[in-house]
């Protein structure tokens, strides 16, 4: 079963303006990471943000973690076409869940040049 | 530095059948997880290996079963295919060895997947 929802399930936009992912989840995580997907291909790690953490920045990508409300925000800003792709949360337990994670359904982004 | 290798990429198998998928994880990485990604769905966690062993499960009923290779390279088997068995298999490698607290804050790396279709 999935840990939770991401939202929305797919978002259209143009090249230049910025994308921003939710991601909601069920349970006490230890970290949330994000992941990205092109068609047919592996998941491509993004980011980690751990449970004392509330913002992270990567270049163009920023998280946010709201552990009180369960929930974690991606934004990319000034998106580019190669940019379109799956985008997926995954939550990490740790202590004997270690490794394991728990992704949401995904969202699937369209950047049009 | 080899990231994350998976064989084969695609796999056309009958139901009732039997598969064996392999996977070799990225240098330096010791700890091997499988996942299995339905067409439009996330991964779901199937299991994970580490010395040798089944360190983790997911819901995922017995015809599931693994092995990890002293070299840290994995396969995963499925007896008795199942129409709904058909998804994309991924595999992640990590290091686990000397990341201190059992916490889970290292990213996994994830190979191509191999593509099983059952007809």
């Known amino acids: 079963s999935q840990q939770g929802e991401e939202d929305p399930q797919a978002l259209s936009i143009q090249e230049g303006e910025n994308a921003t992912m939710n991601c909601s989840y069920k349970t006490s995580i230890n970290n949330l990471q994000w992941y990205r997907q092109n068609s047919g291909r592996g998941l491509v790690h993004l980011i980690l943000i751990r449970s004392n953490e509330r913002e992270k920045h990567s270049g163009r990508l920023r998280v946010t973690l709201d552990t009180s409300k369960k929930s974690s925000s991606l934004l990319i800003t000034a998106s580019r076409a190669a940019d379109t792709a799956s985008y997926f949360c995954a939550t990490a337990a740790g202590g004997t869940s270690y490794g394991k994670l728990t992704f949401g359904q995904g969202t699937i982004l369209t950047v049009h040049p | 530095d080899a990231g994350v290798t998976q064989s084969p990429t695609h796999l056309i198998k009958t139901r009732g059948q039997q598969v064996t998928l392999r996977c070799s994880p990225k240098s330096g990485h010791d700890t091997v997880s499988w996942y299995q990604q339905a067409l439009g769905q996330g991964p779901q966690f199937i299991f994970q290996?580490?010395?040798?062993?089944?360190?983790q499960r997911g819901n995922f009923p017995d015809r599931f079963s693994g092995h990890q290779f002293p070299n840290y390279s994995s396969e995963l088997n499925v007896n008795a295919l199942l129409l709904g068995d058909s998804a994309l298999y991924l595999c992640?490698?990590?290091?686990?060895?000397?990341?201190?607290?059992?916490?889970?804050?290292?990213?996994?790396?994830f190979g191509d997947g191999t593509r099983l279709s059952i007809l």
């Open positions: 290996y580490y010395e040798e062993e089944e360190r």
């Open positions: 992640a490698s990590t290091l686990r060895s000397g990341t201190g607290n059992m916490g889970s804050n290292q990213p996994q790396h």
